[in-house]
């Protein structure tokens, strides 16, 4: 947090601007809205910022099978900081079982096409579940998180044609280190740990100075093929990655 938290010009304002842009979501989709967290220092901020507030958004995160306990840990931290409960998701038992007895739980190493079938099953499919019956969701992308999300809209619509509100997508990353440290907002400890960007175990790292902020996820990729399908490239769409 020392290392990137920093009051830069205009952060009240993109704070404020978040904060709208979420309150008009919750009037226009009450009680059907969510906000599906990754549990990433952004989604965090934006925990907060719907707690503090009492906007009327529900909190639901996915949870793999192949999460950091860290991750894990977080769940309990936030339902005891701010009383919310959180609706966790998880993938379809007898598709995972039936992936992993044909595949192996290092499936996703051997192939873009194996990865990316091992995200559908743990993310894409328990998020269309997490989303079904709403109209409106919350995500924590950001335009500087990337090259394919460099055009991230505030708000847009999936392809399913709910609303995907993206408060901070104009936020920095400075941005959301001093909103953490400004409201005192838990956070995922591997964050200390140089991991900008948290996903599942086997799939992210820690990265070094001058690395790109996703460069931790998928690593061994190629950087188009990074994304798991929760967020298409210009961010419009559904899919599931975190
Ligand atoms: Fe599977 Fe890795 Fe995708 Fe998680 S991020 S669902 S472990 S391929």
């Given at each position: 947090?020392?290392?990137?938290a ?6 009240d304002?993109?704070?404020?601007k ?16 969510v ?41 309990s ?28 739980e ?52 999936d ?9 901070l ?74």
């Open positions: 947090m020392q290392l990137y920093r009051l830069t010009s205009g952060h304002a993109r704070v404020a978040a904060l709208q842009v979420l309150q008009q979501a919750a009037a226009e989709h009450a009680g059907r809205i906000q599906a967290s990754s549990l990433g220092a952004e989604d965090m901020v934006i925990t907060d910022l719907v707690a503090r507030n009492r906007l009327g958004i529900a909190l639901a995160t996915l949870d793999t099978g192949k999460l950091h306990p860290a991750t894990c840990g977080l769940l931290r936030i339902a005891s900081h701010y009383g919310l409960a959180i609706e966790v998701v998880r993938p379809e038992a007898a598709a995972l079982g039936a992936f992993v007895a044909q595949h192996g290092e499936a996703m190493y051997r192939s873009i096409a194996l990865r990316r079938a091992c995200c559908g099953i743990r993310k894409l499919e328990p998020l269309s579940r997490m989303l079904a019956g709403r109209t409106a969701w919350v995500t924590g992308l950001r335009r500087e998180q990337s090259a394919a999300r460099e055009r991230v809209p505030l708000t847009t619509r392809a399913e044609g709910r609303l995907k509100v993206n408060p997508a104009n936020w920095t990353w400075a941005d959301v280190w001093q909103y953490i440290g400004n409201h005192d907002v838990p956070y995922n400890p591997l964050h200390d740990r140089f991991y900008p960007s948290i996903g599942c175990e086997p799939c992210t790292r820690a990265i070094t100075a001058g690395e790109d902020l996703r460069a931790g996820r998928w690593w061994w990729e190629d950087e188009k093929a990074k994304e798991c399908g929760l967020h298409v490239p210009d961010g419009a769409g559904t899919g599931v990655a975190s």
